[in-house]
């Protein structure tokens, strides 16, 4: 490999870029006609502009143009990055026929992980706990009005193909369900061009907890311990760090090797992250995110493996052991505690609306142990309306997660952004609540505590 084409943009598109240079490969960026200034345009060796005439977010969506590039620039494997085209089956197919490698799985893995009934029936397979609930997606409301009876409510209604936080929805009563399953249904089909649903008991109060796994194209497979995801603003993740202090060593190798032997029986390959929901009782399968997640910065942090540089090794073929060089499983350990917060332009007080406009002033922390990923967000930048919200990724480690608690607060003081609404007020209190500093958050920390909001 010598050339890598990146099919994504913003801070993720720079972190590939960044790994790509560090492995001395030559990077090709494509950009919409709204990223004519986003700095990854910049960062590569060379870059197109793609989708012309087309929606902003059409542009990164663009096969045919995606790979028209990769094959004019001679690039001999391609990034997906995350969101965009990064488990689209199809796109992975495509380069596959294009004789272009994707850096991530195969395409019968994305494809099978792309839906999360399938997905649930592996993890039954290979002994997972899933959360009780429909293991087909369910056909009419009487199923469900019948599973509400035999579960009891509150249930969840999810989207087959969901992601992101989208597509979910808690009933809490028989009353609610009718207008609730159409509703659902309805949202599915616009977002995700299907509305076939399944169904689960809402658990009350679970912790998110997430378990990485590197595994190369001979047959071997790891673990990178595990993340905590649970602080979440409706179901989508806003801080996470990794590890999380309230497992027991008992329960970390449980839920550890769980994501193992899921993996395993599926023969995954690259990058990927089993997804849990944890009880003071039991823990219970979610779903496989089949690439890069946005927070594998704290696992980099406590293990000091480079998650996108082992992608692309992967992918070129090499063994995880004696080519790249980890660790075994039984010799890897970790090492502090990292904490990833998402400094998006969401604003708090307008019911965290994306602001937009020019960043008129912008400094960031620094100092030992801070680690920031952006790439967008400088002085004179314009933060337009296209694009997701997120404008860098405030890292730290220490080695305890109250040192690493105190650092981060001192690295959201020291953010100086003037020009655009910032979720860092919003960030601090959070990060100051009890609840949270003692690890005690649970998935409906945030939307439950009512003094983060005044
Ligand atoms: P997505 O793919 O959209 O991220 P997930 O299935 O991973 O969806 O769920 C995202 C979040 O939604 C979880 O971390 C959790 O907070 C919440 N969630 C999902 N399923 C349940 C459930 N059955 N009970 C309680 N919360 C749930």
């Known amino acids: 490999m010598k050339k890598i ?19 001395k490969l030559k990077t090709v960026a494509v950009y919409a006609k709204e990223d004519e200034y986003g700095v990854h345009r910049f960062k590569a060796d060379e870059a197109y502009l793609i989708g012309a005439g087309e929606k902003p977010i059409a542009a990164y969506l663009d096969i045919d143009e995606i790979i028209r590039v990769a094959l004019m620039t001679g690039a001999d494997a391609v990034h997906p990055g995350y969101g965009f085209l990064a488990e689209n089956e199809e796109f992975a197919r495509r380069c596959e026929q294009a004789g272009i490698t994707f850096i991530g799985p195969t395409v019968q893995q994305l494809h099978l992980f792309g839906d999360k009934v399938a997905a649930k029936q592996v993890a039954l397979q290979a002994g997972l706990h899933t959360i009780p609930g429909t293991t087909e997606p369910v056909t009419s409301l009487e199923e469900v009005a019948q599973l509400g009876r035999e579960f009891g409510y509150p249930i969840m209604l999810k989207a087959a193909l969901g992601g992101g936080g989208r597509g979910m929805r808690i009933v809490h009563s028989e009353d609610e369900l009718s207008a609730n399953y159409q509703r659902a249904k309805s949202e599915a089909k616009q977002a995700f061009g299907s509305d076939e649903m399944y169904v689960e008991k809402y658990l ?4 998110h907890i997430e378990v990485q796994i590197l595994a190369d194209q001979h047959g071997n497979l790891m673990h990178l311990f595990e993340r905590d995801c649970s602080v979440q603003r409706r179901h989508q993740k806003v801080i996470e760090f990794a590890p999380s202090i309230t497992l027991s060593a008992k329960r970390r190798a449980e839920i550890c090797n769980a994501a193992v032997k899921l993996m395993q029986s599926v023969n995954y390959q690259n990058a990927g992250t089993v997804e849990f929901l944890v009880t003071d009782s039991d823990f219970y399968f979610i779903e496989v995110n089949p690439r890069v997640q946005v927070e594998h910065t704290v696992t980099e942090m406590i293990t000091d493996i480079d998650i996108v540089q082992t992608q692309i090794k992967i992918a070129d073929g090499q063994n995880l052991y004696t080519e790249i060089g980890l660790p075994r499983q039984d010799q890897l350990t970790m090492h502090g505690s990292a904490i990833q917060c998402r400094i998006t332009t969401e604003d708090p007080e307008n019911d965290f609306l994306p602001d937009t406009g020019k960043i ?3 400094r960031s ?37 109250e040192d690493a608690v105190k650092k981060m607060r001192r690295v959201l003081s020291e953010f100086q952004i003037r020009g655009v609404k910032t979720n860092i007020g919003f960030m601090t209190k959070v990060l100051n609540h009890p609840t949270f500093y003692t690890g005690q958050a649970h998935t409906t920390f945030i939307d439950d505590t009512k003094e983060l909001f005044i």
Request: proline letters at 5%.
């Open 5 to 23: 084409l990146i099919a994504n943009r913003g801070e993720i598109a720079i972190r590939i870029i960044r790994a790509c240079h560090e492995l």
């Open 365 to 401: 922390p620094g100092g030992f142990g801070v680690r920031l990923d952006g790439g967008n967000a400088y002085a004179g930048a314009t933060v337009t309306p296209f694009f997701d919200s997120l404008l860098v990724k405030a890292c730290v480690q220490a080695r305890t997660f």
């Open 204 to 207: 009350d109060h679970p912790k």
């Open 360 to 362: 008129e002033t912008y």
